[in-house]
């Protein structure tokens, strides 16, 4: 695949700080983007800009410390974008929260729908599908005004999606998809937003990545490297990917060796559950 320069586009991504969203960041900057790595942790923030390969691609990033389950972090994720570079090309949804944060060995203990608390649910519903919405709401008065721009956030396998063991997960990431879906068909049929598109990336499986917590017979081996998001998120913040929008995209089906329409076709589909 050809190289893509992203030189002079501001991105954010949230939950930048480990991860999925920290090799994003990386790949954005290291395409040329400036972007605003935003976490609730301050360390893990320090440590997404530690690992930046070089002194050119530490100078594209900027931190802000945030919490995306709260009203007013998310408008100052937005307006520290702004701050930061001048204007706002991209957001990434990224943040999530593990079914850890319920119970530490939910793995080899399953957690049952009925044992979910309400305290529970509602983070989950908080993190995962009310910040994308409304962080897009934040960013789309920029985006508006420049005439374009992408939403893209990071949802979970379907299967995943309706899985027992994962419902607070699971459900919450199904829902933040069909948000995007309807939030994709509203911005394309009108001619002051149709330059907005909202699709949706996910790995295509279990990530090697801090939210898969070690159990015994795990082999990380076999899970999803985390670079299976570079190449696909760096072209959906391209402008090669106008007009392409309501699709979501498998990471790890995306060959970066192959001809870009190549690895387009073989790793997306419609965005929910449309096909």
């Not at 930048?16 to 935003?38: D, F, P, Y």
């Not at 919490?67 to 943040?95: P, Q, S, T, W």
């Not at 998809?177 to 907005?196: F, P």
Request: charged share 20%; proline share 5%.
């Amino acid at each position: 695949m050809t190289d893509i320069s992203l030189g002079g586009k501001a991105t954010i991504v949230s939950g930048a700080g480990s991860g999925l969203g920290q090799t994003m960041a990386l790949a954005l900057a290291g395409a040329g983007a400036n972007v605003l790595i935003a976490d609730n942790r301050e360390g893990a923030i320090a440590a997404t800009l530690d690992a930046a390969p070089n002194d050119g691609v530490r100078a594209r990033l900027a931190g802000y410390v945030a919490d995306v389950a709260f009203e007013g972090e998310r408008i100052k994720i937005a307006d520290a974008c702004v701050r930061e570079f001048g204007r706002i090309d991209a957001l990434i949804n990224n943040a999530g929260i593990g079914q850890d944060t319920i119970r530490e060995d939910y793995a080899t203990n399953p957690i049952r729908p009925w044992e979910v608390e309400a305290k529970h649910l509602e983070k989950f519903f908080a993190v995962h599908t009310i910040a994308p919405l409304r962080l897009a709401a934040a960013v789309l008065p920029a985006m508006i005004a420049q005439g374009k721009g992408r939403i893209i956030t990071v949802t979970t396998s379907l299967t995943t999606m309706t899985r027992g063991n994962m419902t607070a997960y699971g459900g919450a990431k199904a829902a933040s998809e069909a948000y995007m879906a309807g939030l994709s068909e509203e911005l394309a049929r009108d001619v002051d937003t149709a330059g907005i598109t909202v699709n949706i990336l996910v790995p295509g499986g279990a990530a090697d990545t801090p939210m898969v917590p070690d159990r015994p017979g795990l082999d990380r081996r076999t899970l999803t490297p985390p670079w299976v998001m570079a190449a696909p998120v760096i072209w959906l913040v391209s402008d090669l990917s106008d007009g392409i929008t309501a699709r979501r995209f498998i990471g790890k089906d995306w060959d970066p060796k192959a001809p870009l329409e190549d690895a387009i076709n073989s790793a997306g589909a419609p965005i929910g559950w449309n096909g």
